[in-house]
Each structure stands twice: as structure tokens, then as C-alpha cells.
């Protein structure tokens, strides 16, 4: 069976420092696709020569999940394991999973959290500074809030599912759930997880 390996959580919450170390090792050889990089990416190949900000941004968006449904279909296709990267903040984030799960996927996710709506804030301000990519203020409000509104909605399409606190650096494990069943909580839980994942607690 398949698997499909996906690192979430907040923006500046260290998915891309972490995330790879984090997923099984038969899994770290994976290419991860990143949809927050390749955006940025995107965005500013079509700034270059699309003067209208808004436009730009469509086109780099929509450039983005062609991508990702070509290499996921590719995947698919060949029922090969799959690896991505992304933000889980709104419903229809969540048709990616139940699709994979219809092609007999077996679904993991590593979700990396931080304590507050500033402390991303902060991060992404950090990596902005050393030269890393931009995330607009909204969007990291979106996704802070969002994806843990729907994790705590939605984990039950998750097979496998590890959440991690990144607030003070090296990630600390909070829960580990393996075919459906929990293995480990950890006995002093931060408070971003026991008001929003009241589910999971």
C-alpha cells in the first residue's frame, strides 16, 4: 500500500528545517513538494512582467496547483509514495487527503505547531530578513488559526499522525497516533493544543 507523507503546521514552525528529519526513514528519501516555496517562486517570475499585484498572485497560485496536481497524479499513477508540504486551513485543502485515500493511500502527517499567532508572525519576519520568502500577514493569520480548526475536525482521515512543538526550537512531541490509535501524549500539553485541539487532547 502506498503511502502519502505530509508535513503541516504554522508558517515559521520549522516545516521545511524539520520536517524531513521527522518522517520515517524509508520515507526521507522523498522529494517534499513545497507549495509555500514554489509559490514564492512562481510569484516572482510572473511579477517580473505582470504589473498588477493581484494578477501576478492568481497566476503564481494557479501555476502552484498545476504543479502539484501533475506530480501527485504522476504519483498516483504509479502508486508511488508521495511527499508534500502545505497548509490544511480551509475545507477543500482536505479533498487532497480523501482523494489519496480512494487510490488506497495510507495517510501520515507530521503537524509542527508554535505557541502563538506572534511567534509565526516573528519567524516568517526572521526569514524574510535572511533572505527567505514572504508570507503575506493574512495568509499567516489564515493558517494559524485554520489549521488547527480543521486538523481537530478532520484527523480521523489520518492514519498515522505525530504534532510537535516547535516554540523553542527543536521540535518536542506532543502525541503520536499510529493506525488510528494513540500511542503517546505527553502529560504537559501547551495551551495552543488543548484549546484548539479539544479533539485530540
Known amino acids: 500500500m502506498p503511502n502519502l507523507h505530509i508535513i503541516a503546521g504554522h508558517n515559521g514552525a520549522g516545516k521545511s528545517t524539520f520536517g524531513k528529519d521527522l518522517l520515517p526513514k524509508n520515507a526521507q528519501n522523498l522529494t517534499i ?37 501533475r506530480l501527485s497524479k504522476e504519483a498516483i499513477a504509479t502508486q508511488s509514495d508521495f511527499a508534500y508540504e502545505g497548509h490544511f486551513s480551509n475545507e477543500n485543502s482536505w479533498d487532497t487527503i480523501r482523494f489519496f ?5 495510507t495517510i501520515s502527517m507530521i503537524f509542527l505547531g508554535l505557541k502563538t499567532l ?15 520568502f514572504l508570507v503575506p500577514a493574512y495568509a499567516i493569520h489564515h493558517n494559524y488559526y485554520g489549521n488547527l480548526k480543521f486538523l481537530n475536525i478532520h484527523h ?23 493506525n488510528h490509535k494513540k500511542e503517546y501524549q505527553s502529560t504537559e500539553l501547551p495551551n495552543w493544543f488543548t484549546e484548539f485541539l479539544p479533539d485530540l487532547v
Do not use: C, M
Request: charged residues 30%.
Open 33 to 69: 513538494f513545497d507549495g509555500d516555496l514554489v509559490f514564492s517562486q512562481k510569484l516572482k517570475h510572473f511579477s517580473s512582467y505582470i504589473k498588477v499585484h493581484k494578477y501576478a498572485v492568481q497566476e503564481a497560485d494557479d501555476a502552484t496547483v498545476e504543479e502539484f496536481e
Open 101 to 105: 485515500r480512494k487510490q488506497g493511500y
Open 118 to 132: 506572534e511567534s509565526s508572525e516573528k519567524r516568517v519576519s526572521d526569514r524574510v530578513q535572511a533572505n527567505g
Open 156 to 178: 480521523d482521515l489520518i492514519d498515522n499522525l505525530s504534532i510537535w512543538d516547535s516554540s523553542f526550537g527543536t521540535p518536542q512531541i506532543l502525541l503520536v497516533i499510529n
